[in-house]
DNA sequence: TTCATTCATCGTAATATTGCAATGAAACAT
DNA sequence: ATGTTTCATTGCAATATTACGATGAATGAA
């Protein structure tokens, strides 16, 4: 098949898996890492970074602004892109949200 | 390709990639939640809850017991699995990590 | 023993993801 | 106008994921 049945899930289920996916790659979270630093880059920057392929790098960008972690604005001839803190507090609150629903009272294990 | 390459990138960044990924399926969210509510459940149950099949949802379990996220004990005829606490915080503290990096002073954009 | 129940694993078809070369489009300089 | 730089998009091959039926191993009941 390969295709995931959301039609059973939750409307926060699906969106926390949607967005776990969005991370699910280690170039997609360097891409977060390096943003981070600069706090504004080009595309360019992140080619000569990560050591992936130009078309490569573009496409990781698309996803992280599709869910719109992530925001480009064009700046002369090259492209400057940025977190988008809005989004990024909404998606923090969405995981701890997930993380935080277990209580850390109980030490022990259940079974 | 398909491949993702991992020899490009910091551990951290693999690790968090790594537990997104097991984070990044519906129905694998859905079963986290259903061992948040029963603090442990079997296999039969979740079927039932879930309302996918067997075979998928113990392939489901087996990606969670990968990570060490979940783990289960014989009980009789059935299985009894339940979430690995110690585990949870860690994987917790992983993603703040990133999600920390990100300071929230700066309500402005910067591009 | 024989049967039913529970769950893991295998095999498979449909679809998704990943990374890249090639190609385009847009902005700018000469 | 011509060329250059920057980045998006397209097309593709290799691989991964998803869901499920079928099968098998293990436990316990009759």
């Not at 977060?32 to 970074?49: G, M, P, Q």
């Not at 960008?61 to 892109?81: D, F, H, N, P, W």
């Not at 977190?83 to 850390?104: A, T, Y």
């Amino acid at each position: 098949m390969g295709i995931t049945k959301t039609d059973l899930f939750s409307e926060e289920q699906n969106e926390l898996a949607r967005v776990a996916k969005v991370l699910s790659n280690p170039a997609r979270v360097a891409i977060l890492h390096h943003l981070f630093k600069a706090n504004a880059c080009i595309n360019s920057d992140l080619v000569h970074e990560l050591g992936l392929a130009q078309a490569t790098i573009s496409q990781h960008l698309r996803e992280l602004k599709a869910i719109g972690l992530v925001q480009g604005t064009i700046e002369g001839v090259s492209m400057s892109y940025c977190i988008n803190p809005v989004k990024w507090v909404e998606i923090k609150q969405l995981f701890n949200s997930l993380f935080d629903r277990f209580g850390m009272d109980e030490e022990g294990q259940c079974c």
